[in-house]
């Protein structure tokens, strides 16, 4: 009798616990924030275009004599969502398209991650009021924009990764490190991968919830339609002359095609919600969302930027170390090269700061050539050669030497390889090496102190024993 | 793709359970953790009612959801997320006349507009012809008359200024139809077929009046 009771309280107990450790698991664990960086980059882009796009026509969207009447639209606010708020109904014709850019570059800065906490919370205002301002102009794409852009805004953590925030911070530490060189020349900036934390966790979190249940609802309803069992649902879809770009009538002909088109999405839709979350399983889950998607985009281009919304969302779901390993080969490919610089030019310090302060993981390792012996770099330098220019010595032993070599680096790190791609052009690279060599030859250096007078008024921040060596 | 699969390599992928120097390192204090859970059961609670109290759906469903109406309208969520369901049908399509008293000819103006680049534009405008066909429908419901369609009286509104010295704006609503795939197959069996005109005459309904709004009404 005695154990009627204490059984249930017993299983209650264990119950509770085991709900609040995965609870906590779940929610409260540290997570890698790469991923949540390009879901803000993407959704940064992908906000940058709508209201650029909105920006074609904005006084016909948010003007006062737009599609959307203000005084409809304020009616139709007080009578179905009285909460509902939108900045764009305060503002007079004459300062629409000041406003609207000054939400552009709000947009811009949230996109590179400048001040991402404010700008991401403003994004998510700009999201808001624009969908709010012009609600007969909406679609599936604001939906999922406008969530995606709620939690990167809500969790503050959208700029702990890929964002100019980071870079700066980095860049500011490197400046320090590399002014405090250690004694064998090498040194290592603040590293590449971001550390975990748990507000990038909450955003991913939430994102992967949101989104399951979005898939998992959008599967379920289709279930009341015929079409859908019938299988020839997505004939609608890819026969409506309204949304199509190519001619797929021919379709009609493989009605298997068809039905095998339909109960494929259909099946994803309604599996989604489970089989994501088994790890096995995730990479096909994600193959296959893309290739709906895409589909989607191919036979309704007007549904591209839906499903590239979506896409973005199921970042959620990728781990950051195997995006960054599209970039930087992984651990086993690192480091990439050494960068032999001179250590008693200032401008070669703050150049590594800002390389080392772009490197997404460990691709590159700086070595001071005035601390230490280049031969054991690598034996075909010299000391001579290394400080009339820049050399970098990659892992398989070849060796690139001033401009070539800043190429290479800025190939190698995606925040300069638009730059390094414009470089490498061939007139551009002739100039660059002209220009690269001419700055080399002309270069400051520190002032070296050796008597009592300049120890009074020393030339230079950095002057410590080692640099008696140069 | 350079190596591996997606989280194959994740040292630390979303969901596993960290070291415990991190841990320490990140942690939150039990009072930060237990207020931001209380916010996540809320803010989780609401997103589920709003997707589940569409229609059809219970009075359970569209009581507790109304609970979280005013949440749902100061966050921009609530969505049902229904898309395509419960399959895909007709596109609405609006057609505007805008008649001139001074000689001008009429001008005809198509949501959406076909060639209208980019094509989120375009989408734009279906989803303008979207929203005024479902008002349309709501103020016949409601009211017996179509064109008190407040969206109907907004859009003849925005198009008397976009055309100064209009006379009168007429709307009206068509649905641009699917064809049927079985007499799809067989004009394109038929010999001599050269392909289906998905937007001839026989695709569309019949052109159906929303009302007529005199521009000098704005």
Known sequence: MRRLLTGPIQYARELATALTQAWNRFFFTPADPTSLGLIRVIVGLLLLWSLGVYGMDLHAYLGSSGWADPEVVRLFHREQSPAAWSFWLLVPDDLLRPVWLGCMLILLLFTLGLFSRVTAVLAWVIVVSTARRAPVSLFGFDQAISTWALYLAMTGASGQALSLDRFWERYRQARALVARRRSDGRWMGMPGVPSPTISANLALRLIQLHLVLIYGIAGLAKLQGQAWWSGMAIWGVLASAEFREFDLTWLAAYPWLLNLMTHGSLALEISYPVLIWVRVLRPLMLTAVVLLHAGIALTAPGLTEFGLAMLAGNLAFVSGAWLRSLVTGGASAQPAGKVLYDGACPRCRASMALLTAGDPDHLIEPVDLTAVDVTTIHPSLTKEACLRAMHVVRADGRIAAGYRAVVLLGRWIPLFSPAALVGSLPILSQVGDRVYNKIAASRPRDFLCNDDVCGIHPGAPVADTERAHT | ?218
């Open chain 2, 1 to 218: 793709m350079k190596r591996g699969n997606v989280g194959k390599r994740d040292p630390q992928p979303v969901g596993s359970v960290q070291s415990p120097k991190t841990e320490s390192k990140g942690n939150w204090p039990p009072w930060a953790r237990g207020l931001v859970s209380l916010a996540l059961v809320y803010h989780i609670a609401a997103i589920v009612a709003g997707a589940l109290a569409a229609p059809p759906s219970s009075t359970l469903e569209q009581t507790i959801a109304r609970l979280f109406a005013t949440y749902h309208q100061w966050i921009d969520q609530g969505y049902s997320y229904r898309y395509y369901s419960p399959e895909p049908g007709p596109t609405p399509i609006t057609t505007a006349r805008i008649r001139f008293p001074d000689g001008r000819p009429e001008k005809t103006v198509r949501l959406p507009e076909r060639g209208v680049w980019p094509k989120l534009r375009y989408q734009r405008q279906l989803a303008l012809a979207n929203h005024l066909a479902d008002d349309f429908r709501i103020a016949q419901t409601m009211t017996g008359q179509g064109n008190q369609s407040r969206w109907a009286r907004s859009y003849a509104r925005h198009l008397a200024k976009a055309y100064p010295g209009c006379a009168e704006v007429s709307l009206f609503l068509q649905s641009h139809l699917i064809p049927d795939p079985e007499q799809i197959r067989h004009e394109l069996a038929a010999p001599g077929s050269t392909g289906v005109d998905l937007d001839a005459d026989v695709f569309f309904t019949a052109p159906e009046r929303i009302g007529d709004y005199p521009c000098d009404a704005f």
